[in-house]
């Protein structure tokens, strides 16, 4: 950067949250501004002051960058922030959107407008290395931010936001196709017999070497970690948008990046490792049934369960046979103080017709358990049938409810 400028960040998790470091170390001035209301900064070098109002975020600010997840955020947040921000500022969208959406925000009266959607994730942009597909009406209002932009990365001009947005969406379907062939890879190399760390050794000096070398422990190891570099979620969202844009179907739909995680934000190293169900529609009370774990709410076991449903397993040495209603009763409406630590994995799924089988594992702090589901299909719906457990044992007994 030729000179520290100021820069707002609104937005801050992790990209926004890894732009406005890497910016702050450059020794520009960096506000930044989170919709979730999160702690503060303090100011240190290398960091930056995060502030609890989006107006006085952007209050004499040159640059405006938006970190955000998705149009509708991207909307919201200039709306809040119309009139305040300086009009000689210029306001760069990193955000992945559609097209059309890209393109609405361009023309918005105010102050000049890039739109710059980022390839690259959160360690890319730690290392300065993510490229930006930047579109601007004006010519000077790319040049402005250039030498922000390049503090981050490298720039590649383009014409047009809606085309920054399309060439955003076709990328992130590419790491969604190779995602995928890892998965399918993985199955077959399970299939048989071959040791993990073997096919690994060979995929990685294939056409798919780039993503199992980054993801390689978390596929050989384990499950990846609370804090990913690219979300499963973010990823079922991009394809949707590009399904909707080009009218034509990706591949697989977007189910094999909605099933269940300890939260929306698990790592897509996650999305190689899972079973490839024959009936995608049969993750949908698996899936709700996540979300009952993560938020505390039995309303999301309700809809995971059939109302006969029992949920069994072995609790303080007794067996214990609850129905749902005595299972619901065990959660109050309110997440595990450690749930950001919490994964949930599925590891098997099997369709036979109108039943199916599934396993899931969940690490719950220093508890590991494993899930066997019975599902049935009535009415055109899955719904769970019956669930039994099995507690690992821990070096230290937990008493939550399971």
Same mark, same amino acid.
């Given at each position: 950067?030729?000179?520290? =400028? ?11 949250? &890894? ?48 970190? /955000? ?26 955000? $992945? ?18 739109h710059a959607p980022v390839l690259g994730s959160v360690p890319a942009?730690? @290392? ?46 590419? /790491? ?14 399970? %299939? ?14 294939? =056409? ?7 993801k390689r422990r978390y596929l050989q190891d384990g499950p990846p970690? &609370?804090?990913?570099e690219f979300t499963i979620g973010a990823l079922a969202k991009d ?6 844009? !080009?009218? /034509? ?12 995680? %300890? @939260? ?6 996650? %999305? ?95 508890? $590991? ?5 019975? /599902? ?22 937990? !008493?939550?409810?399971?």
């Amino acid at each position: 950067m030729t000179a520290p =400028q100021n820069i707002t960040v609104l937005g801050l998790g992790r990209m926004g949250t &890894a732009i406005a470091t890497r910016l702050a170390a450059t020794g520009a001035d960096v506000t930044g501004w989170t919709r979730s209301g999160g702690p503060h900064e303090a100011r240190a070098p290398g960091r930056f002051a995060a502030v609890p109002e989006a107006k006085e975020a952007v209050a004499g600010a040159d640059v405006v960058l938006l970190a /955000l997840f998705d149009a509708a955020a991207c909307r919201e947040v200039l709306d809040a922030v119309d009139g305040v921000v300086p009009a000689d500022a210029v306001i760069v969208n990193t955000a $992945t959107i559609a097209p059309d959406e890209a393109a609405a925000l361009a023309r918005r009266p105010g102050p000049a407008y890039v739109h710059a959607p980022v390839l690259g994730s959160v360690p890319a942009v730690a @290392a300065g290395a993510v490229t930006f597909l930047a579109a601007a009406e004006e010519p000077a209002a790319l040049d402005r931010v250039r030498p922000v932009l390049e503090a981050l990365g490298t720039v590649r001009p383009v014409d047009g936001a809606a085309t920054a947005a399309a060439l955003k969406l076709v990328a992130n379907h590419s /790491l969604a196709g190779a995602v995928l062939a890892l998965r399918d890879a993985l199955h077959q190399a399970d %299939a048989l017999g071959l040791p993990r760390d073997q096919a690994l050794d060979v995929l990685e000096r294939g =056409q798919l070497g780039g993503l199992v070398s980054r993801k390689r422990r978390y596929l050989q190891d384990g499950p990846p970690p &609370a804090t990913a570099e690219f979300t499963i979620g973010a990823l079922a969202k991009d394809l949707a948008l590009l399904a909707g844009a !080009s009218r /034509l179907p990706v591949r697989g739909g977007t189910a094999p990046f909605a099933t269940p995680t %300890a @939260a929306s934000d698990a790592d897509i190293a996650l %999305a190689a490792t899972l079973p490839a169900a024959p009936d995608a529609a049969v993750l949908a009370p698996l899936r709700a049934y996540v979300r009952g774990h993560a938020t505390g709410d039995p309303r999301h076991f309700r809809e995971a369960f059939l109302p006969t449903a029992h949920i069994e397993g072995i609790r303080d040495s007794v067996f214990v046979s609850w129905p749902l209603d005595e299972y619901c009763a065990l959660f109050r409406g309110r997440p595990a103080p450690d749930e950001a630590t919490r994964v949930r994995r599925v590891d098997t799924v099997d369709v036979h017709g109108t039943v199916a089988t599934a396993t899931m594992t969940l690490l719950h702090g220093p508890d $590991t358990f494993t899930d066997v589901f019975l /599902l049935v299909r009535t009415g055109g719906t899955w719904r769970i049938a019956n669930k039994a457990y099995h507690r690992h044992p821990a070096p230290a007994a937990s !008493s939550s409810a399971r």
